[in-house]
């Protein structure tokens, strides 16, 4: 039996980019498409980005480079329709995954976009459960080497255009400091039909999505255990919700907003959140109710708080959602295994 010792100077040999992803291809209601035949390929093998002001952050190294852009196929797709993506070769390391879109501008297809446009967040996955083990990643399972693909709704009040969909993955197993956050991203090209009448907001552009200090990115996840983990960067649309569980390609979609407290929290837990949930009143109300009340400043008019969503109350309802989660699931921490705690 091997000791301890020579399994990590085993590991510490194995090639650096042995943990390494990519958002390689795109899933269009069931259907897997080719690797980069969708998705913009990055020309940097499988590393990660780590400057967030670089424009690499947009579509991965290479993503803007003309020849790839050119080559890059574009998916027409419907508001509400089921997308998702294929990840080579899977989300290996911790930390939260969200995707975000963004409208090239009247005249421009998705395959001459560079991306400099508004960008929107139309879903936010972050932990299963925080329990005496630590931060339970919704995409890396415990005794998994993480999830290979995933989907989501494409909001129902989509407006019609061509769109860049940008999968980001942000890896925290060296963020305690400044910079050792790593960032995966890719985009792929869609064209989106109907007639959404949607204003999606908030929006920002990218670079600028982060600064690269916030408690998301800049966090020692493994010592002291985290009692609260608030992903970075804006609010979702159309329901600043954050989903706590994933939607894999082959299984029933169990919806966007999945165990979030600020939402519709029973309709999530059941299971029964549809594409058309972040847009029902119930659930608008809901998730407005559960800001006001944690609300520290006074709140004009619903509207105000489900469109501005100030970022205090968005932290203050998380902080509090979060505390409720962690304590909910305390009790199940004996269940879950040990999670083997990756240092590559
Ligand atoms: C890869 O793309 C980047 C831009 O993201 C560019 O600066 C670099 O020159 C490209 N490298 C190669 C080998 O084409
Ligand atoms: C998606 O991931 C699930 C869970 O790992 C797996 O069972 C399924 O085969 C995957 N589907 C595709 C198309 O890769």
Wanted: hydrophobic content about 40%; overall charge negative; glycine content about 8%.
């Amino acid at each position: 039996m091997r000791s301890t010792t020579s399994l990590m100077a085993v590991a510490a040999m194995l090639p650096f980019a042995f943990a390494h992803y990519n958002f390689e291809a795109l899933i269009v209601n069931g259907e897997v498409t080719d690797a980069y035949e969708y998705v913009r390929q990055t020309n940097n093998s499988n590393s990660p980005v780590t400057d967030v002001t670089s424009t690499d952050m947009i579509c991965n190294s290479g993503g803007l480079l003309s020849a790839t852009m050119a080559k890059t196929k574009t998916y027409t797709v419907a508001p509400g329709d089921n997308v998702g993506f294929i990840v080579d070769a899977s989300l290996s390391h911790p930390g939260p995954l969200s995707v975000w879109m963004s409208k090239a501008p009247d005249g421009t297809a998705a395959n001459a976009y560079d991306g400099s446009g508004d960008w929107f967040k139309v879903y936010e996955l972050t932990y299963s459960t925080i329990n005496s083990e630590g931060i339970q990643w919704a995409t890396y399972p415990s005794g998994t080497s993480g999830l290979s693909n995933f989907t989501i709704d494409l909001p129902s009040t989509l407006p019609a255009g061509d769109y860049l969909m940008r999968a980001e993955h942000v890896a925290l197993h060296a963020a305690s400091e400044v910079g050792g956050a790593q960032y995966y991203m890719g985009c792929a090209q869609l064209s989106v039909t109907g007639s959404g009448a949607g204003v999606p907001s908030p929006t920002t552009k990218i670079p600028g999505l982060y600064t690269g200090e916030e408690d998301g990115l800049v966090i020692n996840i493994y010592y002291p255990i985290p009692t609260s983990y608030t992903a970075p960067g804006i609010a979702t649309w159309p329901t600043d919700c954050v989903s706590h569980e994933a939607n894999l390609e082959g299984q029933t979609f169990q919806g966007m907003c999945v165990g979030d407290d600020t939402a519709s929290s029973d309709a999530a837990s059941s299971g029964a959140v549809s594409s058309a949930a972040p847009t029902s009143t119930a659930a608008a109300s809901a998730a407005t109710s559960a800001a006001t009340s944690a609300a520290p400043v006074a709140v004009t008019s619903a509207a105000a708080v489900v469109s501005a969503a100030p970022s205090s109350v968005v932290t203050s309802a998380e902080t509090t959602a979060t505390s409720a989660a962690a304590a909910a699931t305390s009790s199940a921490a004996s269940k879950c295994k040990k999670r083997k705690r990756s240092v590559v």
